[in-house]
């Protein structure tokens, strides 16, 4: 019988009981703290832990504080004990919370009367190039079909370190960003603000318990790293990534701004959208093969809301399921130098584009670099995102009768200073 | 008349009144705290601050407290002051510490009984490639002279973001890493430890107020959010580089361990040794240009003490002057995107060469690839750092009758696991 909860959770919502995705919360008065979402609320930790609803060993400040770097740290066995007992007092038939409308009144808020904060102190951001349709399509655009894939591609998860300080939370601005720019019919560069602000659609994990420096981390224990999920819009200036990235990769043009939605969907909730990796060729090196690794079903839209469109647009249907490389993968890539991954670090996955033109996750791949502007409904064009425009990345697994869902992340983009 | 401290310090010390760095150190017994180093000795400034000689308008545990973080985020005149303060109470004249003993024993520690830590929680780390002639002689290696620098390298202060979490303090022992490395004879690449281990020797800054996401800083601004320098280790794996660095930047090579020195020299200290930058040709866009612009007169060694040699043997003479970029293009640059600078964060130069071949800041470019080896003065020779190798860095400013120095980063290589 299908796990059910005494809150009533519309069958099209992105948060079920079998859900349960963390987060940090700010209720309208008092401090941020931790909460876990179902249906249209949130349910305080920091509450319940007071009620002493948790055993896990630890003080009683676990979730009474403004980060889950501290949850994060305690690893799986403290992750599933919580959601457990979480499913527990959530259950229709268990009465504790159901029945007790005075300790509901303390334990729930409604979403829309909180405002949400980023899930942790990121310490380091990793950003991986895993999409093989991506790296090949922006291969070709720089390079030709021939030479689009670097010798390097298929053989390692090629990534780079990016900004952690510039990381903000669903809902936050961007503020459109200046940087040289060269133009192609002068010989000297000028600065100003981009002109071809792009969107990249990315998801992104957070590291739970870390690895001492020096010890890297094979490849069958990757996963116990790996707490969960969130969406991730990688905001990208392309005329500044196109001047500045030779030879130490882009800086100015990722590091002005890079958004994730504030719900982090664990493994243990993705767990019935597990499957197999696409296959890979060459084999991968001993050190990157995981018998039986895997990775998961999760549907993928961007949508585009301009000033003038009465409804969002929808630029981008994709699927998590089309990276060539798995996040066991990247994390034991990651650490084989005997890099130290620290809880609350966070890895992303690079723009997840599928072979199909609408799969296409950035206008960049989109436009074909502005050469095939985007049609909207009401005849606006764009090649790249306009002051004013909203980005939001939505994504959801969905199963028989429910649905696991990431919620979303949202930017608008301000005119430059 | 010069200044002058009741405690003897011998004239090639590194740590006269005139200079009072600031770092982190652990008593044999007792928490990690704010100290400041003066000849043989560290000023505890924990203890000074619970005996009210500081009133920085803060509470009381600005200095009790195992990062500069705190200070840091002061800025300036808060930093000015508390260097007046120590400056007066360390003075020959000022009786308040030289005549009371009782005082002295609680206050100062010897350097050799004190454990140095990181001087600050890193958030993010960038990393520069400001040298010309470093970049001049790696571009001539892969690329030939005649395109040995990007079209970009004299318009933008090239940088990339570096890794925090695995930047450690003076002492710590270097893991040789494994990486990803493709022998020029084979198709596919092998996992191996890296058989060309390098040294990169550095400076780097640290931030002390930062800016706002979203909002520049302008170039006549810089200097405000500049604390002070450390040395920097920036080890390095070629042959990892090599291979993965193409087309986001280094990534492993890199991350396994980035070393600095314990004690942040201010800019204060500097002051005296300020230098003209040397003129750039293009002219920088106007948000790089400072009226002025200084750099600093800093002499650079690196030593190299292999298992057999008896003494350590000099590699590398360089000095901090000879940079291309100065730190407030650096900084400045950094932030044009509206990138978020924060306290603690660490900005370094890139590997620091000079013309002269002596002057050459890594094995890659004195051993030219490792086309010609270096000769030690006991018949050793190294194309790379081997396991057993120390390296160490050490610089300091020199005037009549004083230095100001940096101490030094210090590190041995251990074999792989």
Known sequence: MPLKS????????????????????????????????IGEYVVDLA??????????????????????????????????????????????????????SALRDRVFYAQKDVTMQLPARIGDYTDFYS???????????????ENAL???????????????SSIVVSGTEVRRPHGQIKPPDTSAPVLGPTKSLDYELEMAFLIGPGNSLGEPVAIDRAIDHIFGFVLMNDWSARDIQAWEYQPLGPFLAKNFCT?????????????PFRKPLLPQDPAPLPYLHLTNDFTYDIHLEARLQTAKLNVPHII????????????SQQLAHHAVSGCNLQPG?????????????????????????????????????????????????????????????????????????
């Not at 009533?8 to 309208?28: A, C, K, T, W, Y």
């Not at 999409?131 to 079909?145: C, D, E, I, K």
């Not at 939605?261 to 664990?266: A, F, R, Y």
């Not at 994709?318 to 798995?326: D, E, G, I, K, V």
């Open 6 to 37: 005494f809150i009533d959770v519309p069958r099209e919502s992105h948060f079920p009981i079998q859900n349960l995705p963390f987060g940090i919360f700010r209720p309208r008065t008092g401090a941020a703290r931790v909460g876990v979402a």
């Open 259 to 271: 958004s994730i939605s504030p719900w982090v969907v664990t493994l243990e909730a993705l767990e």
């Open 131 to 145: 999409s093989y349709h991506h790296a090949h399509n922006v291969g070709t655009m720089l390079r030709g079909p």
């Open 150 to 164: 670097m010798p390097n591609w298929k053989w390692l998860p090629v990534a780079y370190h990016g900004r952690a």
């Open 316 to 327: 981008t249907r994709t699927n998590f399921q089309s990276l060539y490389w798995s996040i």
């Open 47 to 100: 509450a319940l832990e007071q009620k002493e609803h948790f055993a896990l060993g630890q003080d009683r400040q676990l979730f009474s504080t403004d980060s889950l770097n501290a949850f994060l740290a305690l690893g799986r066995p403290a992750w599933r004990e919580t959601r457990a007992i979480l499913q527990h007092l959530l259950a229709a038939d268990t009465p504790t919370l159901r029945d007790d």
């Open 345 to 417: 670090d966070l890895l992303a996955s690079g723009t997840i584009s599928g072979a199909a033109e609408e799969s296409r996750g950035c206008m960049l791949e989109l436009t074909w670099r502005g050469a095939n502007p985007l049609k909207l409904p009401n005849g606006e064009t764009r090649k790249w995102l306009e002051d004013g425009d909203e980005l939001t990345i939505t994504g959801w697994c969905e199963e028989d009768g429910y649905r696991v869902g990431f919620g979303e992340v949202a930017g608008r983009v301000l005119p430059p200073l």
